[in-house]
């Protein structure tokens, strides 16, 4: 039986930080994934292999790969922290998701059917989230308790840097083949730095063999507020490109993805500012206001979008919501790397991300429900009653947030 020997672990007062951005760097190659499929790829490539049926075709494309990574998460949880209480770093989870990610986005960006683009991106979900479950433990992994907010910030930097980077790549790299192994290849080095600089930091903390996963009433409010903020949140991803289309009339679906990937790249950029702006107060205020400011610009953004008609009203509405996803996402960030379970990081962190995983089963499934009872399923009104949807979605979200209290999530 092998245990966390004390020259590899330390409660952080003795051994000098981790670097904060080396750690991250992963997070950048994973957004980046994201970045090109969830807002553009996806969506073009449905409409180019189901042309007939694009909006219904979508969302249930989109709600079986997000059941993947929800099964997927919950699985290799357990698993990584059964392995993190015999000393291990997870890297061996980041190594496997990251080579079978880059071989999934081959055969997804090579598909010439419906049925391969679906196999595709299931083993994609899976191969990528065999990754991500484990990993968003790295920073209370390796990261004292009060610095977590500055930790953080680079996450929500480097996500929105990552999903800026795969955004640009799906809108302007016009072969498929080569997009894929663009990302793949981000996907593989941003891994390899990481998990270099893991191997060589000293754990932060042994966790308590056999203490047991706990679902707390913190726990579980922070999980619903979560997850209504991102069903909407990816109501507004998943819809961006037939907004462009149906509101701004951008004519081919070449053009379509050029406006929406611009879109989304000034969306995740000036999401990088709002992370860096909320740095500091996330480890010095009450973060729950931080989040519920962040919250408020992105439902003034959404609102602003419901009732926009020109390409400047959507551009600044972008910038907006970009500004606010961005102090929400260190807030989040930080909230959780209070309240989830030490002992139990990885396990309670693939089940925390089943709040981005469910929204992203639960936006197109209940968006597609609501248009088609409406039979608005086409035009400029079916992305505008989708944007008023998340609106909804986000501001319940944000309120649910409050029901934590105080003490739960320290200082």
Not at 111 to 122: C, N, Y
Not at 296 to 315: D, H, N, R, S
Not at 364 to 384: K, M, S, Y
Request: with cysteine; charged share 10%.
């Amino acid at each position: 039986m092998s245990t966390v020997t004390p020259a590899r672990t330390t409660s952080g007062a003795n051994a000098s930080g981790p670097n904060a951005l080396a750690l991250a760097l992963f997070w950048l190659g994973i957004q980046a994934v994201w970045g090109a499929l969830l807002g553009i790829s996806l969506q073009s490539r449905t409409i180019e292999l189901a042309p007939g049926n694009a909006v219904l075709a979508y969302g249930r494309l989109a709600t079986l790969g997000a059941a993947t990574a929800a099964i997927v998460q919950i699985i290799v949880g357990l698993w990584s922290d059964a392995r993190r209480r015999n000393g291990s770093r997870r890297i061996e989870f980041y190594l496997a998701g990251a080579l079978g990610g880059a071989a999934a986005l081959e055969f997804f960006y090579g598909a010439r059917t419906f049925g391969g683009l679906t196999i595709a991106f299931v083993v994609l979900q899976a191969s990528l989230n065999l990754a991500i479950g484990p990993y968003q433990a790295i920073i209370p992994d390796f990261v004292d308790r009060a610095r977590l907010g500055r930790a953080s910030s680079w996450m929500a930097a480097l996500q929105s840097a990552g999903n800026a980077l795969g955004a640009l790549a799906a809108s302007f790299i016009a072969d498929a083949r080569a997009l894929g192994s663009a990302l793949g290849a981000l996907l593989l080095v941003t891994c390899a730095v990481t998990s270099a600089h893991a191997q060589g930091r000293p754990l932060r903390r042994a966790a308590q063999r056999g203490e047991p996963l706990r679902i707390t009433r913190p726990f579980l409010d922070l999980f619903v507020s979560r997850a209504l903020i991102y069903v909407g949140f990816y109501t507004l991803l998943g819809y961006l490109l037939f907004y462009v289309q149906g509101v701004l009339h951008a004519g081919a679906l070449a053009h379509a993805r050029e406006q929406t990937g611009i879109l989304i790249v000034s969306f995740t950029l000036v999401g990088a500012l709002g992370a860096w702006l909320a740095a500091r107060p996330s480890d010095r205020l009450d973060k729950r206001i931080v989040a519920s400011a962040g919250a408020a610009a992105f439902i003034l953004a959404l609102a602003l979008l419901i009732g926009a008609g020109g390409l400047g009203a959507v551009v600044a509405a972008t910038l907006v919501a970009g500004l606010g996803w961005g102090v929400f996402l260190v807030a989040d960030w930080a909230i959780a790397c209070r309240v989830l379970p030490p002992a139990a990081m990885a396990a309670a962190m693939g089940i925390w991300n089943l709040a981005i995983a469910l929204p992203q089963i639960v936006a197109p499934a209940l968006t597609t429900f609501v248009l088609q009872r409406l039979g608005i399923t086409a035009g400029a009104g079916a992305p505008r009653l989708a944007f008023g949807l998340a609106l909804a979605e986000t501001l319940v979200g944000i309120a649910w947030l409050w029901r934590l209290p105080r003490a739960a999530i320290g200082d």
